[in-house]
């Protein structure tokens, strides 16, 4: 038996084939540009960390403060589990990340989900897209966020390339903020008095006060580089409410981005961060002054 199509019913599937082909075409080259999946785990626990001549035991992901970067590329997909050890609720935020159909991912408690509990698990669950360069993440809840922060370094997609002439190598530089006190304890006496929270007792780089406070002339970050060579500084202000400064001394810096979206490059002596903002600047080291030290300050 031989079937015999119709001119009409040939029509027909050709262009059934024809929007399929439309459908698929588009499908196809996203897989081909698609990024990864990563996977990520946070477990949020207690740590003796001593800074100014004094431990205390203060919040952290993974035993780590300042707490572990999470590197990605553009168009990459971030599972990240969050584990709450701890006897605090905790959500993380991850700040300046465009949460475009995940806003549940987005981590502001009691706004887009309930905090984590003590024993409780959460599955952070979003898509980089359109954006490359630094951000960070921090907890979401009370002033636990003193502590439980990190960096954020989304790099370009593969086989992209910078903007700017490629870096030597790349360096996070994460300013933050030193409490003596329970932090938890200050902002619940601030709360309950109406005043303002108790300043800090020192500012860090990556964590560490510098020679410029108390028993800390050991716990200065020391950024080793070469005569000559250009590195990036992936700069973050993870302070609670303070705007910083930040120069390498007998350098200039160039400015290449800002909140993960490049600009147009100048130079400048001096950085300004407020809080929560993060700048990508271009560091060539002195060529003619090889084993020589210089002053990094905020």
């Not at 370094?153 to 903007?163: C, Q």
Request: net charge positive; proline share 6%; with cysteine.
């Amino acid at each position: 038996m031989v079937s015999v199509l119709t001119s009409s019913a040939l029509f027909k599937a050709l262009l059934f084939l024809s929007l399929c082909s439309v459908w698929l075409l588009p499908d196809l080259a996203f897989a081909k540009h698609a990024g990864i999946t990563r996977h990520y785990k946070f477990n949020i626990k207690m740590q003796n960390v001593t800074r100014l001549c004094q431990t205390k035991s203060i919040v952290t992901v993974n035993g780590q403060f300042p707490g572990p970067r999470i590197i990605a590329r553009e168009g990459d997909r971030l599972l990240i589990k969050v584990v709450n050890h701890v006897q605090y609720n905790v959500t993380i935020h991850w700040h300046g990340i465009r949460q475009l159909r995940s806003g549940w991912a987005d981590g502001p408690a009691y706004v887009t989900q309930c905090p984590i509990q003590t024993g409780q698990s959460y599955v952070y669950n979003f898509t980089i897209t359109g954006q490359r360069g630094t951000l960070f993440w921090h907890a979401h809840i009370s002033w636990l966020r003193a502590t439980l922060y990190g960096p954020i370094v989304i790099l370009p997609k593969r086989h992209a390339s910078y903007p700017f002439p490629q870096p030597f190598k790349e360096f996070p530089i994460v300013l933050g903020e030193w409490w003596k006190a329970d932090t938890e304890t200050i902002i619940n006496q601030a709360m309950a008095t109406g005043g303002a929270p108790n300043i800090s007792d020192a500012f860090t780089i990556n964590g560490l006060p510098g020679p410029s406070y108390n028993c800390s002339a050991k716990e200065t970050f020391k950024l080793k580089v070469k005569p000559g060579k250009t590195y990036l500084l992936r700069l973050v202000n993870a302070a609670l409410n303070d705007e910083l400064f930040f120069r390498v001394a007998n350098h200039t810096l160039t400015v290449v981005e800002a909140d993960a979206v490049y600009v147009k490059p100048f130079k400048t002596d001096i950085v300004l961060i407020t809080p929560g903002q993060t700048t990508n600047v271009l560091l060539k080291a002195k060529s003619k002054t090889p084993n020589a030290k210089f002053a990094m300050s905020a």
